[in-house]
Each structure stands twice: as C-alpha cells, then as structure tokens.
C-alpha cells in the first residue's frame, strides 16, 4: 500500500474524531444540570448550520458489506486509480470500514477512499468550515474539502443512507502536484463516483 492512501486514511479519520468531539461538546452543553453556576453558557453550544439535508428517498443500510467490493474496474477509471482495493488495517471497530485505491506511480497523484459508516450522523459534518449540503441519487449528502490536502487537491462526498449511516466517497490529489486541480472538480469527479457506486448499493438492497 503506497503512502498516498495510508494518508489519506489518517486525515479522514481524525476528521471523524473531530466531528465526534464536537457532537459531544454540543450534547455535554444540552444536557447539563441545574446549577447555573456550574453550567456552560449556551453561547458555548454550536449553532446548527445553516444548511439541512433533503429525507431520505429511503433507507440503506450498509451494515456488513465489503467495502472493497463496491469500486468496479469502470468506477475505478472513472476516480482515476489503477490499484487494487486495500482495507484500511486501522479498521478495528467496524464503525467506519474503508478500502483505498491509488494511481502510483504515475503522476499527477490520486487517491480514492470508499468507507461505510455505521455510527455517524452525515448531518453532523454540516457544521465543518466550507461543508456544503448536496445530493446523490436522491440521498442527501455533504460535499467538503480535507483540510491537509487542501480544498484544491480534495473532496470528500458522504451520503447519508440510513440513520448514523453513510457511503463516505474521497478523492484526492495526495501531493498537489496537478495544478490545474480546483475543489469544484474534484467534487464533480466524487459525486460522479458515489453516484456509481450507489446505483450499485441500491440494486443489491
């Protein structure tokens, strides 16, 4: 497995920490006890964004599918990645399962991620900087940048397909080397892929 993907991994992994973290802060807040003197001030709790994802047309869950099975050879073209799918080995707790793929060693550089998240609230990204609200075969979803790779060399697409779940599909330019690379075509590159691959997931549920 090349460095490309095994970064890739990390960076959307301690962006779920964050979003956890988060969601916690924001609980800890709602639920805090009587005395107003121990009591965060509400100024502490988040805001709820801005944006809403659509209902879900209905729902899918994604519980024990492989996720490597679902990048085809034609979905893999379509991402730009020539690899075979690698598990990602830090999946330990089966709530988010990924498989990567890459282009090494050609050059400009590109990566994909496929993870299904079994314990994840998709809306919850909404309140990341630059997170905007989409849609993808009729599922919400919300687009955003990876804020190591840079918004220019990345985007993430998760699709919210059932309660706390989600396809979570990413595409990077892992070392910046395409130029002419800009976030609003890598995120039409991504939803192009997730749009593949949920047509895919929707004729097997």
């Known amino acids: 497995m090349s460095s490309q993907v095994v970064g890739a991994r990390a960076r959307l992994r301690a962006t779920s920490a964050v979003l956890i973290a988060v969601v916690a802060v924001g ?8 005395d107003s003197a121990a009591a965060p001030s509400p100024a502490a709790a988040p805001a709820p964004p801005a944006q809403k994802l659509p ?15 679902l990048a ?4 893999r073209a379509q991402a730009g990645v020539t690899s075979q799918g690698q598990i990602d080995p830090s999946s330990t707790d089966n709530a988010l399962r990924g498989c990567g793929y890459d282009n090494f060693p050609q050059h400009p ?12 609230d998709t809306a919850g990204f909404l309140f990341f900087p630059d997170a905007v ?5 009729g599922f919400g979803a919300v687009d955003s940048p990876d804020s190591a ?17 989600g396809l979570w599909v990413s595409l990077y330019n892992t070392l910046g080397d395409d130029t002419a690379s800009t976030h609003a075509q890598m995120c039409q ?14 004729s097997r549920r």
Do not use: F, W, Y
Request: aromatic share 0%; hydrophobic share 40%; charged share 15%.
């Open 109 to 120: 550089t590109a990566a994909l991620d496929v993870n299904l998240a079994t314990n994840q």
């Open 189 to 202: 590159k991504a939803h192009a892929v997730a749009e593949s691959i949920m047509a895919g997931l929707l």
């Open 149 to 165: 790779a840079g918004a220019d060399h990345s985007c993430v697409v998760r699709v919210d397909v059932a309660d706390n779940q």
């Open 133 to 137: 609200a989409s849609t993808v075969a």
């Open 72 to 75: 085809t050879p034609q979905i």
């Open 55 to 69: 209902p879900r047309p209905r729902e899918l869950k994604v519980d024990g599918i492989d996720p490597c099975s």
């Open 27 to 34: 609980g800890l807040t709602a639920c805090g006890g009587s």
